[in-house]
């Protein structure tokens, strides 16, 4: 599985965009983005994820490039609660859905 | 539904010891999985099953083991606990079809002393 770079923290002001980065330069064809994060030392909770495409649901929308190296996740209006560390994370199906966990952003979402 | 169901929620062990730690989905999901998660760490893969029947090693499998003999349960069996393997344990299973999201349980904090 390609593996990701994302930066180690980030801040946001509540009611603001966060824009979340993440590298995967080398991923692969067939390997999906996927993001998910975890609130204090629950389980990790599925946000979004996207082949080509850009993706937008009720959470987040995602931004991929079209080379696929590297994509944005973005949270609208952030809210105290979407403090958590994010993770970035890329695989295929063909691997059983492995989920490759790296250190992930932890975000802080300031009042 | 109650989604991925793990048990117990805490446990402590004395180094030696052996159990099992329980994992259960009622989504009819084929594939299954066991992540450990250190202190400031993120999760690492010890064990996963692709359907009833077929388990695979992942990042971290010794001093584990697994057996999937039904679609809804995939146990996680530490055999001779040691102090390394304070952790916290995280089970999660998704649908095999491509792109699809993983659920995870909440978690079973394990302490060996």
């Known amino acids: 599985d390609a593996k990701t770079t994302q930066p180690p923290s980030m801040d946001c002001a509540e009611g603001r965009a966060a824009n979340l980065p993440c590298n995967h330069s080398t991923i692969s064809g067939n390997e999906y983005v996927y993001w998910y994060r975890q609130i204090h030392s629950q389980g990790p909770q599925y946000i979004i994820h996207g082949l080509k495409n850009n993706e937008t649901n009720e959470m987040a929308s995602l931004i991929i490039t079209e080379d696929r190296k590297s994509s944005t996740l973005i949270l609208p209006h952030a809210t105290l609660r979407d403090t958590a560390v994010y993770y970035c994370?890329?695989?295929?199906?063909?691997?059983?859905?492995?989920?490759?966990f790296g250190g992930g952003t932890r975000v802080l979402v300031k009042p | 539904n109650a989604g991925v169901t793990q048990t117990p929620k805490f446990q402590v062990l004395k180094t030696g010891q052996s159990m099992t730690l329980q994992c259960a989905q009622d989504?009819?999901?084929?594939?299954m999985s066991w992540y450990r998660q250190d202190p400031g760490m993120g999760l690492r893969l010890i064990h996963y099953?692709?359907?009833?029947?077929?388990?695979d090693q992942g990042e971290v499998p010794n001093g584990y083991n697994v057996s999937r003999s039904t679609t809804e349960d995939f146990p996680l069996r530490l055999l001779s606990a040691a102090p390394s393997q304070t952790s916290v344990y995280f089970c999660?299973?998704?649908?095999?079809?491509?792109?699809?999201?993983?659920?995870f349980g909440q978690g079973t904090r394990l302490t060996v002393v």
């Open positions: 999660a299973s998704s649908y095999r079809s491509s792109g699809t999201e993983a659920f």
């Open positions: 099953s692709v359907g009833a029947g077929i388990t």
């Open positions: 994370i890329v695989g295929s199906q063909a691997a059983g859905n492995k989920l490759t």
């Open positions: 989504m009819n999901h084929e594939y």
